[in-house]
């Protein structure tokens, strides 16, 4: 019996989405000559930081300490030091984009503050690509209905389905950073999501009927 003939074809789709997260990074620092004052101010401003985004509990999904800076500044000449530096950076995720330009004033309007971001991203294992990667098999699928029937033949069964990788274009990076200056009560602070580009391939290998238009 003769081996049924089959056609291998790729599939690809590409769709934009919202994003679903939101992160930025505050930093807050101290500076002073007295290392015993500088650690206080550090510690003081680290706790007001905290208590700041105590007030996001629904918006902010987590928060996590990502570096901590502290170190003696040196005269050019010889060890004598001359200050000591000090700063607590926090890196947080916002799923609330109703009251993230808040909080990033707010955050941006406290002493020796800097806020940078934000970055926008789809959760980790969003179900996102779920849509995608069925409109790319769909696409497979009728390139392969294409073929056999410029061979007048027909799709007879799925053989096999190929992922060839699944993930997201690098979105560009729309970033802005604040230093603390005073002045942000009253001011609105207005942002737009960017979507995500999400895309999928796949290579899938079909079964056809005999073709009669050969030649």
């Known amino acids: 019996m003769a081996e049924q003939p089959t056609v291998v074809v790729r599939g690809e789709a590409l769709r934009e ?14 500076r002073d000559k007295d290392r015993e004052t500088t650690l206080a101010r550090l510690t003081e401003r680290a706790a007001g930081l905290r208590q700041a985004l105590d007030d996001y ?6 928060r996590e300490t990502s570096g901590i800076f502290v170190r003696p500044e040196l005269k050019r ?6 200050a000591y530096a000090g700063s607590v950076t926090t890196t947080v ?17 406290r002493d020796q503050t800097t806020v940078a971001g934000p970055w926008w991203q789809l959760r980790p294992g969003s179900t996102a690509g779920a849509e995608v990667r069925r409109a790319a098999i769909a696409d497979a699928l009728s390139r ?38 005073g002045g942000a009560q009253g001011m609105e602070l207005e942002l737009d999501p960017q979507p995500q580009t999400v895309q999928a391939s796949v290579v899938v290998r079909v079964a056809v009927t005999e073709p009669t238009k050969l030649g």
Do not use: C, K, W
């Open 17 to 30: 989405v919202p994003p679903e997260q939101a992160v930025f990074s505050v930093t807050v620092s101290a």
């Open 93 to 109: 995720t916002v799923t609330d984009f109703t009251v993230l330009g808040e909080l990033l004033l707010r955050l941006a309007n």
């Open 144 to 181: 392969a209905a294409e073929y056999a029937d410029a061979v007048g033949a027909q799709v007879d069964r799925l053989v096999e389905i190929a992922d060839e990788g699944t993930g997201r274009a690098q979105p560009m990076m729309r970033a802005m950073a604040f230093e603390s200056g």
């Open 77 to 82: 000449s010889g060890e004598r030091v001359s």
């Open 57 to 62: 509990p629904e918006a902010i999904e987590r």
